[in-house]
């Protein structure tokens, strides 16, 4: 096991909690693109995975992840799918970086899991172009341009160690 950091957007999270799939709602009539994913998952999908498929993001964000998920399945299935994933950084460094490029706000947990996939997450994030070169760069582990910021796709179990909210001066404790 190792230890990473995950920022939870969603403030769900609590000390010995582990995270695992969660089951998927049946889709909306209409929605092909997320019929598609919710068949590709029969076993569920983490919470990131649960709020695509239930279109809690925004069109570009969904788009982009159809986009990176279609290129993961066809060329590289041997890598983990971001929808059954759990994000985490590596160091208290990189999750301060992610927490304030991508203005997320919620608590920072340590993490225990089974080393996960690295991958430049500014690959995607910063591009502009043809979505399906960045998908293939994020996926082959390309390096990027500087500034890099090296995100972990986790596979559950993970199991939610402390709060660690206090690396980017948040003194309040999360239950």
């Known amino acids: 096991m190792a230890i990473f950091y995950h920022l939870d957007g969603h403030k769900l999270l609590r000390r010995d909690l582990i995270i695992w799939f969660e089951a998927l ?4 009539q209409g929605a092909s693109e997320v019929y598609e994913l919710a068949r590709w998952f029969p076993e569920g999908v983490t919470r990131f995975g649960l709020s695509i498929l239930k279109g809690l993001a925004c069109e570009g964000h969904l788009k982009r992840e159809t986009t990176l998920e279609s290129v993961r399945r066809e060329f590289y299935p041997d890598r983990p799918s971001r929808y059954t994933s ?12 992610f927490h304030s490029q991508f203005d997320y706000d919620g608590p920072i947990w340590k993490v225990d899991a089974t080393e996960g ?10 591009r502009f172009g043809d979505p399906i070169d960045y998908s293939h ?37 999360h239950t």
Do not use: M
């Open 86 to 97: 759990v994000f985490a950084c590596k160091s208290p460094e990189d999750i301060i970086r």
């Open 137 to 173: 760069a994020y996926w082959t582990q390309t390096d990027g341009d500087p500034p890099q910021l090296f995100e972990y796709l986790l596979k559950p179990p993970v199991t939610v160690i402390e709060d660690v909210a206090w690396i980017v001066g948040d003194h309040r404790p």
């Open 25 to 28: 709602p049946p889709p909306e």
């Open 117 to 126: 996939f690295k991958a430049d997450v500014n690959l995607f994030w910063q």
